[in-house]
């Protein structure tokens, strides 16, 4: 079988964004009292990237070659999926649940710590699975979009990398415990490129490649409005949110125009 010339590039783009939630521990570590501004501004941007993805370029182009009917159907068999995943993890362990460290701090001892942060490690690899089939199809389709796609995944899971890190640091006392159950998670991602070249990629051509994209981007709305734009507005930034989405979108824009 012969491989596509970026066939690199769609493996690196999943590490890159898989391996950010090892960024979420440090900060953690580190950043005692982050600006929550910035925070916000960032899940607000990310938001933005995947929203304009979503309806600008990948569904348009599904609609193409599947007809409105089948690139639709693909669109919402997409958040039906993701949905799915959402209401099998029960709510307090979901990662994009996340709890702010001050009331991590109030819990300090409590060994509910040490499964919740565990269960969330888990949970985590369960969302990040699919994400890396997502960026790898996407690199094989659109090298441009998969690179920003790659930016906005690894922008979100930054917090969720902390929501995985801080309950295990808490109930253990070890950083590198913390650290390690967090990076562990983010593999799920590559892993995910990793499965969709060994058993997909006979399939991502034509139609089947067109329906990925279709599908693709129902995950990435529904991501975007069920996890980073609930867990932005949380930190009480509103228009810092919504100055974080019009400049993702406004950045995407710019970069469809330019190339």
Request: net charge neutral; aromatic share 10%.
């Amino acid at each position: 079988m012969d491989l596509p010339e970026n066939i690199g590039l769609a493996f690196t783009l999943p590490i890159v964004a898989g391996l950010s939630t090892g960024i979420g521990s440090t900060i953690a570590y580190f950043v005692r009292r982050p600006k929550l501004s910035y925070l916000s501004f960032s899940l607000g941007f990310s938001a933005g990237v995947m929203i304009f993805i979503s309806f600008v370029e990948l569904l348009p182009e599904a609609v193409i070659h599947l007809g409105k009917a089948g690139g639709l159907i693909a669109f919402f068999v997409g958040i039906v999926f993701i949905g799915l995943i959402d209401l099998l993890i029960p709510e307090e362990e979901n990662p994009h649940h996340y709890r702010q460290p001050s009331d991590v701090l109030e819990l300090r001892g409590d060994r509910r710590l040490l499964r919740t942060g565990l269960l969330s490690a888990l949970t985590l690899g369960i969302h990040n699975f699919p994400e890396g089939i997502v960026i790898f199809g996407t690199a094989l389709a659109n090298v441009k979009l998969s690179v920003f796609l790659a930016l906005a995944i690894a922008i979100h899971n930054v917090p969720e990398g902390i929501s995985v890190s801080m309950p295990i640091f808490y109930a253990t006392g070890s950083r590198r415990k913390a650290f390690a159950y967090s990076f562990l998670s983010g593999l799920a991602e590559p892993l995910g490129a990793v499965i969709c070249y060994l058993f997909l990629m006979p399939l991502l051509s034509g139609k089947p490649l067109s329906w990925l994209l279709a599908y693709v981007s129902g995950i990435m709305v529904y991501i975007s409005v069920d996890e980073l734009l609930p867990m932005a507005h949380r930190y009480g930034h509103s228009h810092t949110v919504i100055l974080g989405i019009v400049f993702g979108m406004l950045l995407m824009a710019l970069s469809s125009m330019a190339f």
